[in-house]
């Protein structure tokens, strides 16, 4: 989890210095004037539920004005943010590790588009080459990615202790999202460049209050009853009369009625 200075809190309290940014490109720092137009974005929830089973990937992009000529092709970018106010300027806060997925000139200069190790999840879990044996523990598959797109866990200790089957097609990130589904939560690398398992009741924010699932406070998230369907079977747990709002439904293909329960011991209320 990224540390933030007690200066940080005052000025964000008080809303008052400006932010900047600066942004490392493989040990080049670039400063504001060098940078036009940056933006993180990577959705966690959807418009109307929580992004249950996802493994979230964030873009950063932005335009570089200089010649981006030395910039080499999946070049690592790492983003950094600070407040400069009256009391002096923050310490730079890392937010987050991306690598240049696409570049295009325009009218600024060089616009790029830069992926998170999220991207490198897109591989096949079960490539050819890689022998693996089944049914394995959820944790040793989240090892096994983990190793192999070069990430760490920040909370290993959340891996709901299931197993998964033979995955056939499926990549490294689908098998991820499933993972995370059993335990009711997603997966997204955090600001420090960790992936953390985020389940549903940590979620709470006024953002969305006027999402259904959400109390009248618009601060508080919870649900009543978890549905998971996989492998031609169908679980509920929970009060399952209760508003169809306050229902999470999730697939998984590896479902069993263990693994519903522990997913509505970590979301509901």
Not at 12 to 38: L, V
Not at 145 to 153: A, E, H, P
Not at 159 to 183: C, K, L, Q, W
Not at 222 to 235: D, H, K, L, P, Q
Request: proline share 4%.
């Amino acid at each position: 989890m990224t540390y933030m200075s007690q200066k940080w809190r005052d000025y964000i309290n008080a809303g008052g210095g400006a932010f900047e940014y600066k942004i490392d490109i493989e040990g080049a720092e670039y400063t504001g004037g060098h940078i036009y137009d940056m933006s993180l974005s990577g959705a966690l929830c959807g418009r109307s539920k929580p992004a249950v089973g996802g493994c979230c990937m964030r873009e950063l992009s932005f335009t570089l004005r200089e010649d981006s000529a030395s910039v080499p092709a999946r070049a690592r970018v790492t983003p950094y943010i600070r407040i400069n106010g009256a009391d002096g300027a923050t310490e730079w806060l890392q937010k987050g590790e991306f690598f240049v997925d696409r570049r295009a000139r325009d009218v600024n200069g060089t616009r790029f588009i830069c992926c998170d190790r999220v991207v490198m999840m897109n591989a096949p879990f079960a490539a050819e080459g890689l022998q693996y044996n089944y049914p394995m523990p959820m944790y040793e598959a989240m090892d096994i990615i983990c190793q192999r797109v070069g990430l760490q866990m920040e909370n290993p200790w959340g891996v709901p202790f299931h197993f998964i089957d033979y995955p056939n097609d499926m990549t490294m990130r689908e098998v991820a999202g499933h993972i995370a589904s059993a335990g009711g939560g997603y997966f997204m690398i955090t600001d420090g460049g960790m992936l953390r398992l985020t389940v549903a009741n940590e979620w709470m924010t006024p953002v969305i209050a006027h999402e259904k699932a959400f109390t009248e406070t618009g601060m508080e998230c919870y649900f009543t009853s978890v549905v998971m369907r996989g492998g031609g079977n169908e679980y509920r747990v929970g009060y399952t009369n209760g508003p169809a709002n306050r229902e999470m439904v999730i697939e998984n293909p590896w479902a069993t009625e263990w693994m519903c329960w522990e997913a509505y011991d970590r979301v509901a209320y």
